[in-house]
């Protein structure tokens, strides 16, 4: 996974657009963590209170996209206090390259934590190859 962003090697994984949108608009982003293990990259999505039918993970070439499609609670009518949070739909893409087996993705969801667990092809990692300067 490659995070381009901070600066890290030795991943094969980098988050979309490499940022924040521009200007006064903002944007519901999900929080994830990103961590890698002898045989794979887990991925951990922060996502309480949602169900696990609504999520949809696709991988399209290189792009791998995970989101949730809040269904309308138009009969959940509440006569809030007070509301610091609230479901909404997201949609998070990252980019991954050839040492990830795309075919053995998994996820499952506990706990308010949509785990993905992305495996790597055996002897696919490559190490760094640095170049001299003349």
């Known amino acids: 996974m490659c995070d ?3 600066g890290r090697r030795g991943f ?3 988050h979309d657009h490499f940022g924040r949108p521009f200007g006064p608009q903002r944007e519901f982003r999900v929080p994830v963590n990103i961590v890698k293990n002898d045989t794979s990259y887990e991925m951990l999505i922060f996502a309480p209170d949602r169900s696990k039918e609504d999520f949809k993970i696709n991988v399209q ?4 996209t995970i989101s949730y499609e809040l269904k309308d609670n138009l009969g959940e009518k509440r006569n809030w206090i007070r509301q610091e949070f609230s479901k909404s739909s997201f949609q998070r893409t990252f980019m991954i390259d050839t ?3 795309t075919k053995n993705i998994s996820a499952q969801y506990n706990n308010g934590i949509l785990q993905l667990t992305l495996p790597i092809v055996p002897g ?3 190490p760094a190859q640095e170049i001299d300067v003349n």
Not at 61 to 64: I, Q, R
């Open 4 to 6: 381009n962003r901070f």
């Open 12 to 14: 094969g994984m980098r």
């Open 61 to 64: 070439g290189l792009e791998l």
């Open 99 to 101: 040492t990830v087996d």
């Open 124 to 126: 696919s990692e490559k």
